[in-house]
């Protein structure tokens, strides 16, 4: 059973960077196709993709995130770390994790799966 | 950018009633298209993958159709649990999400 739950502060002041963690269970991001993905949701609002991280490294990121995100993992602790730089109060917003549904191929693309609970995270000073 | 228009923004219905949701695309996205639902609190659930292919456990009464620019959610026959809000997602051109219809109790 794969299973995803988000970690991290649910308070940032504008400037900070946020680092989240995505804890998952039930598959390995250690082989093709495997990949995870980030999500937020602002407050009464529809949802929107950050990125993905893939079992390679070759992670991708939304074009209009880019310069502020990066997508680390250690598959020793089946984690991947989200850091978003440069948090602004437009960011509060809750920060889901999920798991790509597997196909090859076009790998900045995808559909989810399997979705955490999710995170919310207040930006303000 | 692909936009994602879903329409209505509200739907009211009664239990046992059919539900047509729908969702239009800026410019054709072939049948990338996928359908969650999403209870209060809770992260989106998967129900149609590619327009037309249900997700695993998703039951029957959930259906997925179209092609190009303009896609439909039926509910053949709403069950308490399914009063929720329905998003659409393309996977044509990177990601992106309409901005929901909400399914709720007449």
């Known amino acids: 059973q794969i299973t995803l739950k988000e970690s991290g502060p649910t308070l940032v002041k504008p400037t900070e960077t946020l680092t989240l963690t995505c804890t998952f269970s039930?598959?390995?991001?250690?082989?093709?196709?495997?990949?995870v993905g980030w999500i937020r949701q602002s407050p009464g609002e529809a949802l929107e993709w950050l990125g993905f991280?893939?079992?390679?490294?070759?992670?991708r990121y939304s074009p209009s995130l880019k310069s502020r995100l990066t997508l680390t993992k250690d598959t020793s602790k089946n984690q991947v770390v989200l850091k978003m730089t440069n948090m602004d109060p437009v960011d509060t917003a809750t920060y889901y994790c999920?798991?790509?549904?597997?196909?090859?191929?076009?790998?900045?693309?995808?559909?989810?799966?399997?979705w955490g609970q999710g995170a919310l995270v207040t930006v303000s000073s | 950018e692909i936009e994602l228009t879903q329409s209505p923004a509200t739907l009211s219905l009664s239990p046992g009633e059919r539900a047509t949701l729908s969702c239009r695309a800026s410019q054709s996205v072939g049948t990338y298209l996928a359908w969650y639902q999403q209870t209060p609190g809770q992260g989106p659930r998967l129900l149609i993958y590619?327009?037309?292919n249900r997700a695993t456990g998703i039951p029957a009464r959930f259906s997925g159709s179209g092609s190009g620019t303009d896609f439909t959610l039926t509910i053949s026959s709403l069950e308490p649990e399914d009063f929720a809000v329905y998003y659409c997602q393309q996977r044509s051109n990177w990601v992106t999400f309409g901005g929901g219809t909400k399914v709720e109790i007449k």
């Open positions: 039930g598959f390995s991001l250690t082989s093709r196709p495997v990949g």
């Open positions: 991280a893939y079992w390679d490294d070759d992670n």
């Open positions: 590619d327009a037309s």
């Open positions: 999920a798991h790509r549904l597997p196909y090859n191929g076009d790998w900045n693309s995808g559909y989810f799966d399997y």
